[in-house]
């Protein structure tokens, strides 16, 4: 099992591009989240998706977009670039079973370190 | 709003020797799950430990077990036996048992440096 990948792993913008940040887990979960973590923040929920074809706000939504086409997919979108959204960027997938003693953990991506200049 | 404080920003300890990490949190809610996260230089995000609200026992995995006082809204990690690879961030985290959506909340974070 790979768990949960991203791609790409760094990333350099110029004000106003747009870029894809794409998420992949092979471990057959429901949920999946798009963190942001900046210094000194932690780390904040930007959007996430609770099954194929559906997505919601988290915290941070504002210059995203996200799509969930595949179950094991989860695309984080920015259509216009902006320096405030240098940031490292985290995907994250789990379920949410309570009788799974897993239940209710969030399993993350290596990150995805991106300036926007 | 659920809020997660560590008021620690950095701690260091010898190695073998133990520390313990700090972590309060406010919610209006009776069920819910807390979660210790590390975080190497590497910035893979690991589930170091796991607490679920209506447990009244202390979870514990290997050298690593939390102080849960409900009550106070506390949830504290020691790390007995330090080695050198625990150096990281550690970040503490809230998420709320019902609605399977729900976000993880997260505290700021306190770096701990395992000094040889």
């Known amino acids: 099992n790979a768990g949960v990948t991203q791609t790409p792993k760094f990333r350099v913008l110029k004000t106003g591009q747009s870029m894809t940040l794409l998420c992949a887990q092979d471990m057959n979960h429901e949920y999946m989240y798009w963190y942001r973590q900046d210094p000194g923040m932690g780390l904040r929920l930007i959007h996430y998706s609770v099954g194929e074809g559906t997505t919601a706000k988290g915290e941070v939504p504002d210059g995203y977009n996200v799509s969930r086409l595949k179950k094991q997919n989860f695309l984080l979108g920015l259509e216009s670039a902006a320096p405030s959204q240098t940031s490292v960027y985290f995907c994250?997938?789990?379920?949410?079973?309570?009788?799974?003693?897993?239940?209710?953990?969030?399993?993350f991506g290596p990150g995805t370190r991106l300036t926007v200049t | 709003a659920q809020t997660v404080t560590q008021s620690q920003p950095e701690m260091s300890v010898q190695e073998a020797e133990t520390v313990t990490l700090s972590c309060t949190y406010d919610t209006s809610e009776s069920d819910y799950y807390l979660f210790w996260y590390k975080q190497p230089p590497s910035r893979q995000m690991i589930l170091v430990i796991r607490q679920e609200a209506y447990k009244q026992q202390n979870a514990t995995e290997n050298r690593f077990s939390v102080n849960f006082q409900k009550a106070a809204k506390s949830f504290s990690l020691k790390i007995s036996d330090s080695q050198l690879g625990d150096a990281a961030m550690y970040f503490c985290a809230y998420r709320r048992a019902q609605g399977g959506s729900e976000k993880l909340v997260f505290g700021k974070g306190t770096k701990l440096t395992v000094n040889p």
């Open positions: 994250a997938s789990g379920i949410s079973q309570r009788t799974s003693r897993r239940a209710h953990e969030q399993y």
